[in-house]
């Protein structure tokens, strides 16, 4: 689907756990395709190995809307910060 999507896509939000493969495989599969993308992986669990090594965001659940979006707008304004 990413491979057919012309236009830019900003972030990928994905949970740690997926059916047939990990939040990191996914985004890392994603990241191959979209270099510039930002990454927020969240989960249930306390597992976040990995997305410490890299520069991707966790997001622990359960979180509020305003915690999502809080996280979302630091991610993308900080992009903004390093192109202005």
Do not use: C
């Amino acid at each position: 689907m990413v491979d057919t999507h012309l236009a830019t896509i900003d972030l990928l939000l994905s949970d740690m756990h997926l059916p047939g493969m990990s939040g990191l495989q996914f985004a890392e599969t994603i990241r191959r395709q979209r270099p510039n993308i930002h990454v927020i992986l969240m989960s249930g669990y306390d597992q976040i190995g990995g997305v410490r090594e890299s520069n991707w965001q966790f997001l622990g659940k359960p979180f509020t809307v305003r915690q999502l979006v809080a996280k979302i707008d630091d991610m993308l304004q900080s992009d903004a910060v390093r192109i202005s």
